[in-house]
């Protein structure tokens, strides 16, 4: 059963970089036509897809977002990272990672819940 979780900093400081990880179990992150994908959820907002990597490392970013955004995968950890520069209070969510299958199933990560404060 494929499994996906969440990791970084609860807390990040306002024009810091964040970096958050997906660690994925029971599958690896180079397989075919999966697409990792990160979504984040703001406090009392709807869903906001920030973007994804697949498995050649080729992405696809959040216009609004792209500037700030990057994507990467570890092999060797068999992890994918995003990391989004210079953070605003309004880059606080929960920030999810989903493993989206060539036939459109989801396998979504519990989330993790980032502040950005001083």
């Known amino acids: 059963q494929v499994q996906v979780q969440e990791s970084g900093p609860g807390l990040v400081k306002p024009s810091q970089t964040l970096s958050l990880a997906c660690t994925v179990s029971?599958?690896?992150?180079?397989?075919?036509?999966?697409?990792w994908t990160w979504i984040r959820q703001p406090p009392g907002k709807g869903l906001e897809w920030i973007g994804y990597?697949?498995?050649?490392?080729?992405?696809r970013y959040r216009p609004s977002l792209k500037s700030r955004t990057s994507f990467s995968g570890d092999t060797s950890k068999n992890q994918c990272t995003l990391q989004l520069n210079s953070v605003t209070p309004e880059d606080a969510a929960v920030y999810y990672c989903?493993?989206?299958?060539?036939?459109?199933?989801?396998?979504w990560g519990q989330g993790i819940q980032v502040t950005v404060s001083s």
């Open positions: 989903v493993r989206v299958s060539p036939k459109g199933s989801a396998t």
């Open positions: 029971g599958d690896s992150i180079t397989t075919n036509y999966y697409l």
């Open positions: 990597i697949d498995n050649s490392g080729s992405a």
